[in-house]
């Protein structure tokens, strides 16, 4: 198993209260506006953006850094939009644009870390080679 998968059900696990189900959705506690709302504080903030820093990394470690920042992106778009959207549904939960921000800005944050890391460790591993190659000449 990929494991950019299993992150995703880290997010579902950590997202949602699992109590305190109403029937209909809450549109008045939906932030529509990022960093606006009252439940938008730094620690949340930090919390949504390093939830998915993990999932980002991984996802460019096992699709490989060619797919993009953008790609981890979308990615982290794809999987925050259905939980927050299931907070609709919540009473202990506020849907929020921040979040989704968060998601998003988190993952490409993460991609782009395993992408310096790939570049870094290619062009050592080239270095190495080109020394290999003058210490046998």
Not at 75 to 84: G, T, Y
Request: hydrophobic content about 50%; charged content about 20%; glycine content about 8%.
């Amino acid at each position: 198993m990929k494991l950019w998968k299993l992150w995703i059900l880290v997010v579902v696990v950590v997202s949602a209260p699992w109590f305190g189900v109403v029937r209909h959705p809450q549109w008045t506690r939906v932030t529509w506006i990022p960093f606006t709302g009252e439940e938008d504080r730094p620690r949340d903030v930090a919390a949504n953006f390093l939830l998915y820093v993990p999932f980002g990394l991984s996802l460019a470690h096992d699709r490989g850094a060619r797919h993009g920042v953008a790609a981890a992106a979308l990615a982290a778009l794809a999987v925050s939009l259905p939980v927050e959207t299931s907070q609709l549904f919540f009473r202990l939960r506020d849907p929020s644009a921040t979040d989704l921000l968060m998601a998003v800005c988190g993952s490409a944050a993460g991609s782009l870390a395993a992408q310096a890391f790939d570049w870094r460790h290619a062009s050592g591993a080239h270095r190495r080679a080109a020394a290999g190659e003058r210490g046998s000449q």
